[in-house]
Nanobody, 136 residues
Framework: QLQLVESGGGSVQPGGSLRLSCAASGFTLDYYGIGWFRQAPGKEREGVSCISRSDGSGDGRDGSTYYADSVKGRFTISRDNAKNTVYLQMNSLQPEDTGVYYC??????????????????????WGQGTQVAVSS
């Protein structure tokens, strides 16, 4: 019954911006970590960003975020629990950002600690993806 639906992809010129949405249903978003991944033609799936669960567990990691080095400073992940939606704001887009973007969810996930960083195998629920194309 868990469902994730991505939207907001499209075609933009270098330097442009897009805001991707990941709408969740069938679960309470607070308890889940949400990751964004992308896959470009001919390349393996790449973890882009992640936001940790915000369930008040008291470990100091509620809502902590992670960004791949390739997008740090350009992309921002955020969550609106009232709307059960996670966003990925993408600014200063470059051709290398082209690919299909997927969101994924896992109950109780913390995205990173000093000894680990999230990866695709951590997530059990995935959306179908939305295409992002950056070209002039």
């Amino acid at each position: 019954q868990l469902q994730l639906v991505e939207s907001g992809g499209g075609s933009v010129q270098p330097g442009g911006s897009l805001r991707l949405s990941c709408a969740a249903s069938g679960f309470t978003l607070d308890y889940y970590g949400i990751g964004w991944f992308r896959q470009a033609p001919g390349k393996e799936r790449e973890g882009v960003s992640c936001i940790s669960r915000s369930d008040g567990s008291g470990d100091g990691r509620d809502g902590s975020t992670y960004y791949a080095d390739s997008v740090k400073g350009r992309f921002t992940i955020s969550r609106d629990n009232a709307k059960n939606t996670v966003y990925l704001q993408m600014n200063s887009l470059q051709p290398e950002d082209t690919g299909v973007y997927y969101c994924a969810a896992e109950n109780g996930l913390v995205c990173w600690t000093p000894v680990y960083t999230f990866e695709g195998a951590d997530f059990s629920s995935w959306g179908q993806g939305t295409q992002v194309a950056v070209s002039s």
